[in-house]
């Protein structure tokens, strides 16, 4: 079990879709270990990791320890200009993707950022500008679901109609704070986003996903910071409430209350509820049970049975594959352009809104 979600890295689960050298890919801005979870996603689909650049050194060494293959880039242009490198992996400062993601861009070469993309709806504008003058693809790894096996489950029952039409999405996505050993931007609102902004878009990409749509409204969100005081700027609790466009909602919690107490750094769940039956996934593990709890805990009842299935390392994270072959063939089959959009925009908007709680 992870105590840290800042150094969740799922391994394997991968099929690799591509041999040596068809697919070269490059990683920066190392401020999240999110990276590692992505580079390992990338290469278990058989993507070659050429380059890391960051200029803090201890980062960099600390990723070739996981990634000795990489080559250390003396600079940001190195990277960019080396015209063989296809896609950069990034993990910038929350407020810093998007500047990156259009340098990247202006290169010729697709971007894969860490959640949240944006941290402002005028970095939203011009990435939608840069996508639509270049054709390149600007992703973003919602890991709460592209990379749990649970979440990828939870899907492909929803495509095969199990429990009819999807109603409603609740996320509840509680997270460890940690707060001694998080950088200083994880604190100041400019850069990291706000709450529902941040891990918020983990919750609003799966609704968007799992109800089928391709547009919603924010009904309703409140943020507060109920007890870190010295940390004026931190939220650590966030709701809302979501209308899809096709009539589907949504129910999203995310907060820093996960309890020490916990094995793991979040006890995250997700629930679906249908026209002919209900979907739970427990994701990170069952809590009190064995203490070799690998979590991706599926429940589901339709009109025929109730069922429990442990999908851990049986489903793997079909997301990557899929990816590396969008970019080689400038499809979406992993997903689309507009669905990375439309979460964004509507991530912005829940913070934007959002009642401040005193």
């Known amino acids: 079990m992870k105590s840290s979600g800042m150094d969740y890295a799922p391994r394997g689960g991968a099929e690799a879709v ?26 278990g689909a058989g993507a070659e990791l050429k380059w890391v650049y960051d200029p803090d050194a201890a980062k960099v060494g600390k990723f070739r320890e996981r990634f000795p293959q990489a ?42 950022t860490d959640k949240t993309p944006f941290t402002t709806e005028e970095q ?17 790894y ?43 931007w994880f604190f100041q609102r400019e850069k990291y986003g706000g709450i529902l902004c941040d891990i918020g878009s983990h919750q ?11 547009d919603a409204r924010v009904l309703h969100a409140k943020v507060a910071n109920y007890a870190n005081p010295d940390r004026p700027e931190l939220e650590d609790f966030g709701d809302a409430a979501l209308l899809a466009d096709n009539g589907a909602t949504q129910y999203l919690r995310v907060d820093w209350f996960n309890p020490d107490g916990l094995r793991t750094w979040g006890d995250g769940r997700l629930f679906i509820m249908g026209t002919e039956g209900y979907i739970e996934v427990r994701k990170y593990l069952d809590v ?13 009842v339709d ?3 109730e069922e429990y299935v442990s999908v851990a390392g049986k489903v793997g994270f079909p997301f990557f594959g899929q990816f590396v072959r969008d970019c080689l063939n400038r499809t979406e089959d ?20 959002a009642e401040r709680i005193a």
């Open 71 to 112: 080559r250390v880039a003396e600079t940001e242009a190195q990277v960019l200009e080396d015209q063989s490198v296809k896609l950069v992996a990034a993990a910038a400062i929350p407020c810093d993707r998007c500047d990156l993601g259009l340098r990247v861009i202006s290169h010729g070469k697709d971007y894969f």
């Open 18 to 43: 591509v041999g040596p050298g068809e697919f070269i890919f490059a990683a920066m801005a190392l401020e999240h270990g999110h990276i590692y979870g992505m580079c390992n996603g990338l290469t």
């Open 303 to 305: 009109g025929e049975k």
């Open 288 to 300: 009190a049970r064995s203490e070799d709890d690998k979590g991706d805990h599926v429940y589901v």
């Open 142 to 184: 919602f890991s709460e679901r592209l990379h749990v096996e649970g979440a990828v489950y939870a899907g492909q029952l929803v495509d095969q109609g199990r429990i009819g039409r999807v109603l409603q999405v609740i996320n509840i996505a509680p997270h460890r704070l940690q707060k001694d050993s998080r950088p200083d």
């Open 124 to 140: 939203l504008r011009r990435a939608r500008a840069a996508v639509g003058e270049s054709g390149l693809k600007y992703y973003v």
């Open 204 to 214: 609003i990409e799966q609704f968007l996903h799992y109800a089928g749509a391709a």
């Open 334 to 353: 992993s997903m689309t352009q507009d669905h990375v959009f439309k979460a964004a925009e509507l991530c912005l908007e829940a913070q934007r809104v």
